[in-house]
């Protein structure tokens, strides 16, 4: 097909057959991939080596120019050592790694799904039962990579949050398909038990990932007792990142549109550092009030009083999740 000749030739990556570009990163291209020896179908991430410092570093005296490749180089290798130490359900698999001269190669499960981004458009909205069913999903991943990977993603966002296998959505239902009269069917479809729906979660991207200094969690880092009180608190501000995020996810799931927008970055920061958001009517007005009091718990500047990942699972609105015991915590 004209689709496939446009498809790049890389060398070291033979053993792979591309079908299609899928991803287009700041700093990698993916693409859907076949296995020749095992006929699987898996998703390669692609990052040149040579753009990933030309792109970036133009206003950067030479000598800088080669320390920050030996960052990047870092920084992939990071990447990858944090995806090799992982193994849940919510998280993509990383299947291999290699690199030639010029290119760092990354294969991953692939999530045929897509991006849950492209489902939020699809749908326009999630209602709270399915918002509940892919948050709780986002959470154990979370919750994982904090508790036994002393990991920090850092980077949760719709783009990243990744769906397996393909959801299966009329799109002319859409938000009424999920209405709360008709709990069993919309268990059995969002569940993926009957008619599909969307089924696994999977957090992807760890190029921003950081691993944590984290006594309890038996990192390289951790060394009981001697860590500094800012290096201490450092680290549980850092896990309340993610916590933010998933509170920024769960509120556009549930109506469409970010809690933080603004043409401006600097107005848009603004607002961020503020906390400057409404649950703006008429889209927030039919959204249950428990929903809404998660949403401003994790949606607090203050990273002492936002909720941690135990007071997210606590808390009533994620109690009535039905999909508990499918999903490995
Ligand atoms: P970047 O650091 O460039 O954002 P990502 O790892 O987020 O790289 O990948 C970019 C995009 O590629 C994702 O947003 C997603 O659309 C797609 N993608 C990445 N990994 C997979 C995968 N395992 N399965 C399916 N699509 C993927
Ligand atoms: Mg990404």
Redesign the pocket.
């Known amino acids: 097909t004209s689709r496939k000749s446009k498809l790049p030739i890389y060398e070291g990556l033979e053993r792979f057959e591309l079908v299609e570009k899928?991803?287009?990163?700041?700093?990698?291209n993916?693409f859907k991939a076949r296995d020749k020896e095992t006929g699987k179908l898996v998703?390669i991430?692609v990052a040149q080596k040579r753009e990933l410092n030309d792109k970036n570093n133009t206003h950067l005296h030479p000598s800088l120019k080669k320390r920050t490749k030996a960052t990047e180089r870092a920084n992939i290798l990071k990447e990858v050592q944090i995806m090799r130490g992982v193994n849940h359900n919510n998280i993509?698999k990383l299947v291999h790694f290699s690199e030639s001269d010029d290119y760092y190669y990354l294969v991953?499960?692939?999530?045929?799904g897509?991006?849950l981004f492209h489902q939020i458009v699809k749908l326009t909205y999630f209602s709270e039962d399915l918002a509940r069913h892919v948050i709780y999903q986002v959470a154990a991943g979370v919750r994982y990579l904090h508790e036994e990977c002393g990991v920090v993603h850092r980077d949760i966002k719709p783009?990243?949050i990744?769906i397996d296998p393909i959801p299966i959505i009329p799109s002319k239902q859409k938000r009424d398909l999920f209405a709360d009269e008709d709990k069993e069917d919309e268990g059995e479809f969002i569940h993926g038990r009957g008619g599909g729906g969307i089924g696994q979660i999977r957090i992807?991207?760890f190029?921003l990932s950081k691993i944590i200094w984290d006594n309890s969690t038996k990192t390289p880092c951790g060394t009981a007792g001697y860590t500094a009180p800012e290096v201490v608190s450092d680290q549980r501000y850092s896990k309340s990142v993610d916590m933010w995020a998933i509170g920024c996810v769960l509120y556009t799931m549930l109506c469409g549109f970010p809690p933080f927008y603004d043409e401006s970055i600097r107005s848009l920061t603004a607002k961020v550092v503020k906390g400057q958001y409404t649950f703006l009517s008429p889209w927030w007005d039919p959204i249950s009030k428990e929903a809404k009091d998660l949403v401003s718990h994790l949606l607090c500047v203050d990273p002492n009083e936002r909720y941690t990942i135990d007071q997210f699972f606590a808390h009533p609105w994620m109690q009535q999740y039905q999909g508990k015991k499918d999903t490995k915590l």
């Open positions: 899928i991803g287009d990163g700041a700093f990698s993916v998703a991430k993509v991953l499960e692939l999530c045929e897509g991006e783009e990243n990744l992807a991207d190029g």
